[in-house]
């Protein structure tokens, strides 16, 4: 008989993940849930027609792991990229203040408007119309420890 993997057997590798329909969105955005990131580290070349964050996200796919092992939980930054963007919109993002950081909360498609919405924390939010969907989430730095040493909160 055999015995299906279980995450705990995985090396710990950098991600890099791809998602092309809603169901890959909801992976991403749960993977990018509480990532914090400078209002500078963002950035949209329209010739090229992408988008992309540099940003600085929780661990999710390790935080479990860590506290079990007595480890303290991490963060890493990765790069969001969307490509194929047509036009980018946002509220409740002030980009003149260089020192203001964003906390991106959620990452949903809307597959009838080609739009991806980027839903930050305080009443912000980036939305990003797209021909294609075509969004991917690659890990670019080692793991560093988390600054508040404990697992973001969410009132659960």
Do not use: C
Not at 19 to 43: N, R, W, Y
Request: aromatic share 4%.
């Amino acid at each position: 008989m055999s015995e299906d993997a279980r995450f705990e057997d995985g090396r710990e590798i950098p991600l890099n993940l791809g998602a092309l329909d809603g169901e890959d969105i909801k992976i991403l955005s749960a993977l990018t849930q509480d990532a914090v990131f400078p209002v500078t580290e963002m950035t949209w070349r329209a010739k090229e027609r992408r988008f992309a964050i540099l940003l600085n996200r929780f661990r999710w796919e390790d935080a479990e792991n860590a506290q079990r092992r007595g480890r303290d939980v991490e963060r890493v930054q990765s790069l969001l990229v969307v490509e194929n963007v047509t036009k980018v919109a946002s509220q409740g993002v002030d980009r003149s203040d260089a020192d203001v950081i964003l906390a991106l909360l959620s990452i949903e498609v809307d597959e009838d408007t080609e739009e991806v919405t980027l839903t930050l924390a305080g009443d912000g939010a980036i939305r990003l119309s797209i021909e294609a969907l075509e969004v991917s989430l690659k890990d670019v730095t080692r793991p560093y420890l988390a600054p508040s040493g404990k697992t973001p909160d969410h009132g659960v």
